[in-house]
């Protein structure tokens, strides 16, 4: 598929939060705004171009610091975005996220109308996101910002969610985070994985040509390409009822360390079952050249070292025999926790809310957020397994389990409550800097 030219990305065109992986450690905060008057929604558009910082920028002054800011489609029409431009969008961006929530396993629970108010509804329209190494420069960031927003009164926020990542890189189930991301050609930055060969741009920037030779530019030009499509997830995370599960699943505290490894591929530390099957090596948790370097389909065809059903390899089956083309479902994944840690070895929840906010970025909403979510963590046909769940973030209903392939006889687990429940989120545009700038100099 891929050809053999290096495409020239227009880096200083393009946000950085885009394509620059989050520091270690960071802080990060949304900010969701609505727009009441479409002046001052354009004038935050005509400031905020002048906040952004660009993926050319990867040495910044201020380190890895940086602002971003997505608009949703009611954002776009909020704006004065004329409809014959909204309708060359991608259709799932045009619908939004709740409107989605069956194709995506968002029920029960999970459902829009349980999410976190303002979230899911048409009141959001602008997200500005904040990424800092530590809460004092991330306070400053927002400092930056600020006049972007300030003495707008046309302009409110209606939302905030601060989180952070660890100097371990673990979320809330304890597990290292962030291990993998995928090399962009003309990027410069290089991916996680040695042995997988960079994705063509136009798998995450609009304007240029993505794996099957396809353009996806939202028209006019100006304001689709250098852009992306951003999806953000709240995600509760139910930690005591995922400790209970693996101690009730487990013989002993060794073997509930190697049924958490199994269910999510890899060992607590971040090492992979592919590369260290037997027992954990924290060491090569933490090889940031070795960790993600590996295959399946060689060395582990039926999955009894890292298990088909499990997080990392329905997430990215890498070449392991699917159904399907694995490099047409790959995407950018941010992921940053919220919330307190449940105190170490309790099995009660304290009632506090903790979680994930999720960032996927990519060019192909429907191939890719959507189809992993519904066709590789919602279901299990794409590997020969009926409608099994992902174990950790699938929309299980207390009715199906996890197997783990082993000889002489398969390990099966008492069915799955749902771990993890969806709070809110949107589809969101991430426009160019200069498209930002045509937003800002729109006229009705």
């Known amino acids: 598929m891929s050809g053999p030219t290096q495409v020239a990305l227009e880096l200083d065109d393009i946000q950085r939060g885009v394509l620059s992986p989050r520091p270690t450690p960071y802080a990060a905060t949304y900010l969701v705004f609505r ?17 952004v910082t660009s993926a050319a920028d990867s040495v910044s002054p201020r380190g890895d610091t940086w602002v971003s800011v997505a608009v949703s489609c009611h954002g776009l029409e909020a704006l004065g975005v004329p409809r014959a431009s909204l309708d060359t969008f991608a259709w799932e961006f045009r619908q939004g996220m709740a409107a989605r929530a069956k194709t995506l396993g968002d ?19 602008v997200v500005l996101t904040a990424v800092a190494p530590d809460p004092q420069r991330l306070e400053a960031a927002l400092d930056r910002a600020r006049p972007a927003y300030d003495h707008l009164s046309g302009v409110t926020a209606i939302w905030r969610q601060d989180c952070y990542a660890l100097p371990t890189e673990t979320e809330h189930f304890g597990y290292r985070d962030g291990v993998s991301h995928p090399a962009v050609e003309g990027s410069g930055i290089a991916g996680s994985n040695r042995l997988e060969s960079p994705l063509k741009a136009g798998e ?34 139910d930690v005591a009822a995922f400790r209970r599960c693996l101690r009730d699943n487990a013989t002993s505290p060794e073997d509930e360390e ?25 060491a090569l948790g933490t090889d940031q050249d070795r960790r993600n370097t590996f295959l399946y389909e060689r060395d582990d065809p039926a999955g009894f070292i890292t298990p088909g059903g499990c997080h990392i390899r329905r997430a990215n ?4 025999s699917v159904a399907g083309e694995v490099r047409l479902h790959r995407m950018i994944r941010r992921g940053a926790v919220y919330g307190p840690p449940l105190p170490e070895g309790a099995l009660e929840d304290d009632g506090t809310d903790r979680g994930l906010m999720f960032a996927f970025i990519g060019a192909h909403l429907g191939r890719q957020f959507e189809f992993v979510q ?39 687990l008492t ?28 006229q009705n």
């Open 35 to 51: 727009v009441d008057d479409r002046a001052d929604g354009r004038e935050l558009m005509r400031r905020a171009s002048a906040v």
């Open 258 to 282: 190697l049924l958490a490894a199994k269910i999510m591929g890899r060992w607590r530390s971040g090492a992979p079952l592919a590369l260290s099957p037997q027992h954990d090596d924290p």
């Open 204 to 237: 995450f920037v609009l304007g240029y040509r993505d794996e099957i030779g396809g353009l996806q530019t939202p028209q006019p030009e100006v304001l689709g390409r250098n852009g992306s499509y951003a999806v953000f997830r709240k995600l509760h995370q």
């Open 374 to 412: 519904s066709e590789w963590m919602n279901d299990g046909v794409f590997f020969g397994a009926g409608d099994t769940k992902d174990p950790v973030a699938g929309s299980h209903d207390g009715v199906s389990g996890f197997t783990i392939p082993r000889r002489p006889l398969r390990r099966r």
């Open 107 to 125: 029920v029960g629970e999970s459902s829009p109308e349980n999410w976190e108010a303002p979230l899911g509804t048409p009141d959001v329209h």
């Open 415 to 442: 069915p799955l409550p749902r771990f993890v429940v969806t709070r809110g989120g949107e589809y969101c545009f991430l426009p160019s800097r200069s498209a930002l700038r045509w937003l800002g100099e729109l």
């Open 317 to 320: 089956p890498r070449d392991a």
